[in-house]
Nanobody
Framework: QVHLVESGGGLVQAGGSLRLSCATS????????MAWYRQAPGKQRELVAAITIGGNTNYADSVKGRFTISRDNAKNTVYLQMSSLKPEDTAVYYC?????????????????WGQGTQVTVSS
């Protein structure tokens, strides 16, 4: 099994910055796309940013120019640098990754979510 462990959330004032990290653990063979999603109270989970193994990125319009996603392929870890934070960025942020995991002498695909980390931006 592959698990994702997020860290870096917290409380910050509007205009401030936070950096989220998400590390994989378990029998990881390879990791393809990695992404950050968020879910605010009463709202659906939405994609914030995604990054391919080759480094191509995609951002939600609401965070373009403020958030930067990056990854360390050697560590199978993804980061989200958040700057110029706004109260509307308040949400639980979830990490997602897919790829292949060792299964005996072969591999199986995995599709995993982290447990979520709270980000609260005060006005």
């Amino acid at each position: 099994q592959v698990h994702l462990v997020e860290s870096g959330g917290g409380l910050v004032q509007a205009g401030g910055s936070l950096r989220l990290s998400c590390a994989t653990s378990g029998s990881v063979f390879s990791v393809n796309a990695m992404a950050w999603y968020r879910q605010a109270p009463g709202k659906q989970r939405e994609l914030v940013a995604a990054i391919t193994i080759g480094g191509n990125t995609n951002y939600a319009d609401s965070v373009k120019g403020r958030f930067t996603i990056s990854r360390d392929n050697a560590k199978n870890t993804v980061y989200l640098q958040m700057s110029s934070l706004k109260p509307e960025d308040t949400a639980v942020y979830y990490c997602h990754a897919d790829g292949a995991a060792y299964y005996g002498f072969t591999h199986r695909p995995f599709d995993s979510w982290g447990q979520g980390t709270q980000v609260t931006v005060s006005s």
